[in-house]
């Protein structure tokens, strides 16, 4: 029973890394805005699209087979964060900013709004490109390390390793740079910020773009991890990250980045013991369950979550 | 009033869910390509009561009618089921005429929409020379239009719809050749025990009506048979990509066969990642699998995987063979999904007519007097299959047939052997 622990936590941490940094994208909008973006699930989506086309089309141009995998995978890393970080400004532009002063409630509608336009656009766009529902895309890395009790596959190395380079990368980038620095202003106090000549608007502009380029970066690992996406896999993956983002404390980076990976490793591990430890009274499918009750947990006796702080810093 | 408002916006809410729920449904429906069960078609082109008019009463003609999509984006499976039936009705149109009477085909399109089906079925009924109906082609159309067929008491012959509410309503006019969707389950679970000798089993399912009745089937039938070991009976979630916390345990179990209940789309991630991770049994399905998509997802992960199907293929006989070339040269069009249910759907109604003439003295029956024979049938050899109906109207020698990918390829395997 034990030997396929190594087995079941390389897969958790895998899929925690994924969660970790799309639940950044909704721990930076709350941060600054306190506003819960759920379209963030579906710019995830939308970069796993572009990132799967892209490869696609340049697989169908003959262009992919001399390539060194590396290289695709940038190139196509740094196309699909470009179109979703112009993806999340313009969302921004357009469907949050006439409402940023309108009750909590109706910019919510406007992201539940844009999260099924996003869908069906996506569904829309496929189904008259390539008559499909499903998108198949070529995976780049398909080896694997035998470690003898475990196997690692170099696609799960490679997205540990970019995951982590994207966090540390924008925890650098809030605490030392200048705009970071204006970031972490706005979410404390927008109109103390405006005051010291910061331009709040621009500041919001580059939290969307930011935060959507980073889900749109996830969007192509788990197209790399799993070869194949649907319209629809920002919901259920959005969902788990915003859990994440809230286990760990919404607003706070290092609680998302944490949440993240826990909220992984429990899915890993329940639905590879829950049968055995309850003698197959609770199986695998509720996995999830132990998920959101440790959430509830959580938020009964540490509502500001794990990483959160009573004096709110945030961002 | 705001509370109202509140309620207003959460019923909303609910609404879209389901119609999302509903989204999704449609499209695993259309998936199980040949279960008979496909979505309601989106466009509504006409095509419906070409042949409708009741005609002057002729001693001794005899209607059938046959309805079906033959329009849509399903038409080809109401196409096949109605040349299926056509061809019967016109080899037996000889035995007929001996009989005193005039055999008559009616086409009806019900576009497999549950609307349409019931004003084809208006059609058939008003139609008094209208004896009895094969059709409807797919489960939907075959319910809503089964409620009118009761009021009037016109016997119906599905020869494709799979769905198993069809029969579970009690309709004593319903009945149908092909097997339901949930003996490919216990068939399944045969299969495995008797002719891939399988030991150790692990059943999976996607939580959803489909696939979990065909999962709780297969273990109801390895508990009632025994010999064989279920080593794991999971669920998974649709529409999630990650298995890989079931996969680990799969891989930790070494199970001969997985048992997957639900469609393409996850049973092709599961068997990709269970190969990535050296799994080396077999993988075994239903009709969901039954897509080139599988291929398309799993690659060459799938060559191997196994599937059943309510419908078989025709020409894997030597007198297989010799009927669709007769047929093809007899009615210049090709055999199709659902030919061969259609020819023998009409045989069998056919023969209860034909029972219910002798019962009558050689009088044309009442529609009541054609259900009263169909009820009777239990022993009646088609060409593809035996018929016997139970006292649900299911066919109780419905077969399930074996296929499996090779190469990227659907191949026929054959028959579950009892």
């Given at each position: 029973m034990l030997s396929m622990l190594p087995q079941v936590?390389?897969?958790?941490?895998?899929?925690g890394f994924m969660y970790a940094v799309v639940a950044l994208g909704y721990t930076m909008v709350y941060g600054i805005l306190e506003f819960i973006n759920f379209a963030h699930g579906e710019i995830f989506m939308v970069?796993?699209?572009?990132?799967?086309e892209v490869l696609l089309i340049t697989d169908s141009l003959g262009?992919?087979?001399?390539?060194?995998?590396?290289?695709?995978f940038l190139i196509t890393l740094i196309i699909s964060m470009a179109i979703t970080g112009l993806l999340g400004i313009t969302i921004e532009r357009v469907a949050y900013r006439p409402l940023r002063n309108a009750p909590r409630l109706v910019p919510l509608i406007s992201a539940i709004g844009v999260s099924f336009l996003l869908q069906d656009l996506v569904r829309f766009t496929e189904a008259i490109a390539r008559n499909a529902f499903i998108l198949n895309g070529p995976q780049l890395f398909t080896g694997k390390f035998d470690l003898g009790f475990a196997q690692i596959p170099s696609k799960s190395i490679v997205i540990i390793v970019i995951a982590i380079a994207m966090m540390v990368g924008l925890s650098l980038f809030i605490s030392k740079s200048k705009w970071g620095i204006a970031m972490r202003a706005v979410s404390q106090d927008q109109s103390t910020a405006s005051l010291m000549t910061i331009n709040v608007d621009k500041v919001i502009m580059l939290t969307f773009l930011i935060g959507s380029s980073l889900g749109g970066a996830t969007g192509v690992l788990f197209a790399q991890n799993y070869g194949s996406i649907d319209p629809f896999i920002g919901f259920i993956l959005g969902m788990k990250a915003f859990t994440a983002a809230v286990l760990g404390g919404i607003g706070n980076i290092k609680g998302a980045m944490f949440g993240g990976v826990v909220i992984g490793?429990?899915?890993?591990l329940a639905g590879a013991y829950m049968g055995q430890l309850t003698n197959g009274a609770f199986g695998a499918e509720y996995k999830d369950v132990i998920a959101f009750s440790i959430l509830i947990l959580v938020l009964l006796f540490k509502p500001e979550g794990l990483f959160g702080e009573a004096v709110k810093e945030k961002v | 009033m705001k509370k109202r408002m509140k309620f207003a916006f959460l019923a909303g809410l609910l609404a879209l869910g389901t119609a999302l729920a509903g989204c999704g449904n449609s499209a695993s429906n259309t998936a199980s390509n040949n279960s008979g069960e496909a979505a309601p078609p989106a466009n509504s082109g006409s095509g419906s009561g070409s042949e409708a008019s009741a005609g002057e009463k002729a001693g001794g003609k005899i209607v059938i009618a046959s309805i079906g999509p033959l329009s849509g984006p399903n038409s080809a499976y109401g196409e096949t089921a109605k040349e299926g039936a056509e061809y019967a009705l016109s080899n037996r149109k000889e035995d007929f005429k001996k009989l005193g009477f005039d055999l008559e085909l009616l086409p009806q399109d019900d576009q497999a929409d549950p609307k349409q089906a019931v004003a084809a079925a208006e059609a058939a009924i008003t139609n008094k020379d209208v004896l009895a109906v094969v059709g409807h082609v797919t489960t939907g159309a075959a319910i809503s239009a089964s409620v009118k067929y009761d009021q009037e008491g016109l016997a119906m012959v599905a020869p494709s719809a799979t769905g198993i509410q069809l029969t579970e309503e009690g309709k004593k006019v319903v009945f149908r050749v092909c097997a339901r969707d949930d003996a490919q389950?216990?068939?399944a679970a045969v299969y495995a025990k008797n002719q891939l000798n399988v030991k150790k089993l692990f059943v999976l399912h996607d939580k959803q009506a489909y696939g979990q009745g065909l999962a709780e089937q297969v273990k109801a039938q390895v508990e009632k048979d025994g010999g064989v070991e279920l080593v794991g009976y999971e669920g998974i979630t649709a529409g999630e990509k990650d298995y890989s916390a079931i996969v680990n345990q799969i891989v930790a179990k070494k199970p001969d066969l997985v048992y997957f209940g639900?469609?393409?789309a996850e049973g092709g991630i599961l068997i990709k990642q269970l190969r990535e991770k050296g799994y080396e049994g077999g993988f075994m399905g239903a009709d969901g699998l039954d897509s080139d998509e599988m291929v398309k997802i799993a690659g060459k992960a799938a060559d191997g995987v196994i599937y059943t199907s309510t419908v078989g293929d025709v020409s894997a006989t030597e007198e297989g063979k010799k009927w669709v070339e007769e047929f093809e040269k007899n009615t210049?069009?090709?055999?199709g999904i659902f030919t061969s249910l259609g020819y023998d759907a009409m045989n069998t109604v056919l023969h209860g007519v034909e029972e219910a003439i002798?019962?009558?003295n050689g009088n044309k029956p009442t529609r009541e007097q054609v259900v009263e024979a169909l009820k009777k049938v239990n022993d009646f050899q088609g060409k593809f299959m035996k018929v016997g109906f139970d006292e649900k109207g299911d066919n109780s020698f419905a077969q399930v047939f074996v296929y499996k990918f090779e190469n990227g390829q659907k191949v026929y395997v054959g028959q579950v052997q009892q």
């Open positions: 936590l390389i897969d958790g941490l895998t899929l970069g796993a699209f572009v990132g799967t262009a992919l087979e001399g390539m060194n995998p590396f290289v695709a490793l429990v899915e890993s | 389950g216990s068939q639900g469609y393409y210049g069009k090709k055999v002798k019962a009558n």
